[in-house]
Nanobody, 124 residues
Framework: QVQLVESGGGSVQAGGSLRLSCAASGYSYSRNFMGWFRQAPGKEREGIAAIYPLLGTTWYADSVKGRFTISQDNAKSTVYLQMNSLKLEDTAIYYC?????????????????WGQGTQVTVSS
């Protein structure tokens, strides 16, 4: 059974940093795309970063490029999202997701497996 568990969310002031973690279990972790998505109130879910653990290849949305970094610890089957220079508009629920294949790496509908989400709130 695929299980994805996010942690690390919280409240931070603008300009600050947070690191999210996503622990995966129940499937072949390294051979699945792992993505981070977020959804702000009243907005559609947005793909912001993805990684293919077997190769370490990464993809980023323009909205977070240069500020967020996706990384992995294959020994722990865990993917991280380091978020720096946080802005008010980064406030959202953040989800990790997994997909055995994904032609569009940041498209939510490519990912069948999802975690429960973790809240990130950025304040001024």
């Amino acid at each position: 059974q695929v299980q994805l568990v996010e942690s690390g969310g919280g409240s931070v002031q603008a300009g600050g940093s947070l690191r999210l973690s996503c622990a995966a279990s129940g499937y072949s972790y390294s051979r699945n795309f792992m993505g981070w998505f977020r959804q702000a109130p009243g907005k559609e879910r947005e793909g912001i970063a993805a990684i293919y653990p077997l190769l370490g290849t990464t993809w980023y949305a323009d909205s977070v490029k240069g500020r967020f970094t996706i990384s992995q610890d294959n020994a722990k089957s865990t993917v991280y999202l380091q978020m720096n220079s946080l802005k008010l508009e980064d406030t959202a629920i953040y989800y990790c997701a997994a997909a055995p294949s994904a032609s569009r790496k940041l498209a939510p509908d490519e990912y069948p497996y999802w975690g429960q989400g973790t809240q990130v709130t950025v304040s001024s």
